[in-house]
């Protein structure tokens, strides 16, 4: 089945004892037990451990993500700690030098008390500046494509090869384009991260992650086992936010793209434009890899601004329909000054601004962006 078609029906099944065509949110933290021998009734026992509502998101996930299972978590960035606290501790880990700030926080302040070491690596194209590293004692090679903030691509599957040659698995996060562009499973990636409160969710009223897994294997129950006694489990209704969101995922994915297409064409004729960060500008120097691994380019672009921090900020104080505000992936178009969102550590040149192109008509953005510009 297409994509389109599993977004809308996976984990959907009518609810048996009502025939609601909608799924209920059970919102019970405990489960009845069988008199005879203590065990559950239904499978479930207690909030934390499994529940109705989230397992039905997950049966969806792993379908929209072409995997064999996922797991499903309170945020993007519990999910992300839960598979490096899966790993054992020892383990090197190679992360990308432009991805999400949470993560490179993460990596700095807690790897070295579980144990872990990593290697920052400049991950664009096809990563070639890997293989040296690789051939040492790596457990895990993590990658973002398209990157945050700076939407670099990576070529997944010829990441995966060299990985799988040296014996370490690909985690990849593909939040800015989500299981409807690109499905790094599909590419050989061994795990996925979606933070659901971006695209999946997609309103920018629910917080959410999402970890797919190639094979239901060891690393699996291990992240399973995480979530279950670190506790960063989803709420019933935050999973049955997300699962209402995925079924809208493809067509909002379709819009977000057009809209986006058309903006960066416009900014990147700009003269007060340095230059625009969108995989599906020709020039982008992962035009060719995004082609091949994304069906569509997405809605996530970065543009710099000629001058430095005050006429970057200075262009974002001006829009009328673009809200100032971090996050992405909802109905709403955002502009950011990502260095100020990213605080201290941030590396991100002074003069960018991140956008997420929302699902208005795209000339009222061009027409906001050009009196911006002005
Ligand atoms: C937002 C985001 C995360 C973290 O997700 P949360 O839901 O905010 O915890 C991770 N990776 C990327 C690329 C993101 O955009």
Known sequence: MHFETKAVHAGGESDETTGAIVPPIHLSTTFERNPADGQPLHGFSYVR???????????????????????????????????FQALPPGSHVI?????????????????????????????????????????????????????????????????????HEAGAIVIADGTFASPALQRPIELGADITLQSTTKYLGGHSDV?????????????????????????????????????????????????????????AEFLAGHPRVERVHYPGLASHPGHAIARRQMSDFGGMMSVQIKGGRQEALAVAAKTRVFTRATSLGGTESLIEHRASSEGAASRTPQNLLRISVGLEHKQDLIDDLAQALK
């Open 49 to 83: 451990d499994h529940n109705p509502t989230q397992a039905r998101l997950e049966e969806a996930l792993a379908e929209i993500e072409s995997a064999e299972a996922a797991l499903a978590f309170g945020s993007g960035m519990a999910a992300a700690s839960a598979i």
């Open 95 to 163: 992360l990308p030098e432009d991805g999400y700030y949470g993560v490179r926080i993460l990596a700095n302040d807690y790897f070295p008390r579980w144990g872990l070491s990593c290697t920052f690596v400049d991950m664009d194209g096809d990563a070639r500046s890997l293989l040296a590293i690789v051939k040492k004692n790596i457990a895990a090679i993590w990658c973002e494509s398209p990157s945050n903030p700076l939407l670099k691509i990576v070529d997944i599957a010829a990441l995966a090869a060299m990985a």
């Open 207 to 263: 917080q959410g992650g999402s970890r797919a897994f190639r094979r239901r294997d060891d690393l699996y129950a291990r992240a399973e086992h995480v979530r279950e006694i670190i506790g960063g489990v989803g709420s019933p209704f935050n999973s049955w936010l997300v699962l209402r969101g995925i079924r809208t995922l493809a067509p909002r994915m379709r819009v977000h793209c057009e809209n986006a297409r058309a903006i």
